[in-house]
């Protein structure tokens, strides 16, 4: 009878004891989540880990992004690192912020909030909400405050004040960016951006690039897609695709910057076709191209040919000025370049009304002789020329010409109404595009044995 009483009394005992853990295991779901935090494999975990000032994770959509995004954000307030074996960021309360680049309903209560809540228990934080009923700040359970903030707002209300770190959430304006690192500078307080790259091409030129090409010491780039995600099936993900375009697909996907999607210039590629600048010898011919504007900057490429006949951007100006200080410009430039041959303007230059006559006769009076730049119907197979002398690696640009360089990466077609790209540039990023096929137009080759080049630039009238 006692053995089998003792067998009772042990039996009861383990009950207990696997009650008491169940209930701390509730407890610990309900109040502290944040314990139990596993990062996935990837992106999620090295994120985690960095310690770079920027921090830049670009993804596909539901690949985890946003929930690491919390993670981060909750290591920062609460002082505490989801891995035991490593030092939390900071051991202080803090002053911070969480933007959203998709508006307050969206972005900050239907997402940003909700994820918080997934990632950590109910007594980590609390939501303040404004006059207007809208959430407005986080205060944590360790005296961190949080502002909450939303790309409706104006530039302005991202200016002034000072922050410890921040989260961006969605790509969000430049002009919201610079103000909050500016805000972050006094303190070298580190920042997030997580997004799907849907908008705002300029974070592909001034962080991306910078970073995967390691220009930019203080950008880390991180990249992932949803099959990272390990909460979410292929079943689903191969239903997610199926209603997606091709273009989609590379971007919501897989991640990839919707500003490469429909390029003019699609075989340009930064790794291969962007050198280091070296002096132009006396003996390469010199091609340069004006394409001058009223209201906005004038434009002016330089292209060398070598004796290989490999071409090099070797030269570029993007300035707003008068057309004679422009043309005083040029003049200077060109006395590093004593082998000048041709020089060719916009048709536009031959339109009155710049100083009562023509820009082309202004740029005479100052001693710049012009060709006008063959241009009508020459549009698309310039563009065919671009292209084939990329694709051939027969043309490379110096890294000093970053004008020329962004409108190479952000030259893109236009879109139909059922956001298709259609067979037509849109009128943006295309100045030194311009130049650039007038002067593939005039095929520049690079002339040896009898042949020579006239070092003196000349006059030519086209009709």
């Given at each position: ?18 009650l ?25 975990a090295?994120?985690?880990e ?20 919390a993670?981060?954000?909750?290591e920062?307030?609460?002082m ?15 002053h ?14 239907n ?12 007594n ?40 410890d ?30 997004g799907?790259?849907?908008?705002e ?43 997606l ?13 919707s ?9 340009f ?13 006396f ?15 004038h ?8 004796p290989?006949?490999?071409k090099?951007?070797?030269?570029e ?8 200080a422009?043309a ?101 990023w295309d ?6 096929r ?9 002339i ?15 009709k």
């Amino acid at each position: 009878m006692s053995q089998d009483r003792n067998r009772l009394v042990q039996e009861r005992l383990k009950k207990e004891a696997a009650l008491l853990k169940l209930r701390e295991l509730q407890r610990v779901a309900l109040n502290d989540k944040f314990r139990l935090f596993v990062p996935n494999p990837g992106f999620q975990a090295d994120i985690l880990e960095a310690n770079e000032r920027i921090l830049l994770a670009i993804a596909g959509n539901q690949s985890g992004k946003t929930t690491i995004g919390a993670a981060w954000a909750g290591e920062n307030a609460l002082m505490r690192s989801v891995d035991k074996n490593r030092k939390p960021r900071f051991n202080r309360k803090t002053h911070s912020f969480i933007v959203s680049g998709q508006g307050m309903k969206t972005g900050i209560e239907n997402t940003i909030i909700p994820k918080l809540k997934q990632v950590m228990g109910e007594n980590d934080f609390k939501i303040k909400n404004n006059s207007n009923g809208s959430p407005s700040e986080i205060l944590w359970s360790t005296g961190s405050v949080t502002k909450l903030l939303t790309q409706e707002q104006d530039d302005m209300v991202f200016e002034g004040a000072t922050y410890d770190w921040g989260w961006i959430d969605e790509p969000v304006r430049r002009g919201i960016f610079v103000g909050l690192v500016r805000g972050l500078m006094a303190k070298r307080g580190p920042l997030l951006m997580t997004g799907t790259p849907i908008a705002e091409p300029w974070i592909y030129n001034e962080l991306y690039l910078p970073g995967v090409t390691g220009k930019n010491k203080n950008v880390r780039v991180f990249e992932g897609t949803v099959y990272e995600n390990k909460a979410i099936s292929k079943e689903s993900i191969e239903e997610f695709i199926s209603s997606l375009t091709q273009d989609e697909i590379e971007v919501r996907l897989h991640g990839k910057f919707s500003a490469l999607q429909g390029r003019v210039i699609k075989e340009f590629d930064h790794n291969r076709h962007i050198i280091k600048p070296f002096d132009i010898p006396f003996d390469w011919p010199i091609w340069l191209s004006i394409d001058p504007h009223r209201g906005k900057p004038h434009a002016v490429l330089w292209l060398a040919v070598g004796p290989d006949n490999k071409k090099y951007i070797c030269n570029e100006l993007f300035l707003p000025t008068t057309i004679r200080a422009l043309a005083q410009k040029i003049i200077n430039i060109n006395k590093e370049y004593p082998n000048v041959v041709d020089c060719l303007i916009d048709t536009s230059a031959q339109e009155d009304g710049w100083e009562r006559i023509s820009a082309r006769s202004v740029m005479e009076d100052e001693g710049l002789y012009t060709s006008l730049a063959q241009k009508k119907n020459k549009k698309t197979s310039g563009i065919l020329l671009i292209n084939d002398e990329f694709k051939r690696d027969n043309l490379f640009v110096f890294n000093t010409c970053t004008r020329t360089i962004k409108e190479l990466e952000m030259y893109t077609y236009k879109r139909n109404r059922d956001n298709i790209f259609i067979d037509e540039p849109r009128k943006e990023w295309d100045e030194m595009m311009d130049n650039l096929r007038y002067i593939l137009t005039e095929n520049p080759t690079h002339i040896t044995g009898d042949g020579f080049y006239d070092t003196i630039p000349y006059y030519r009238n086209k009709k």
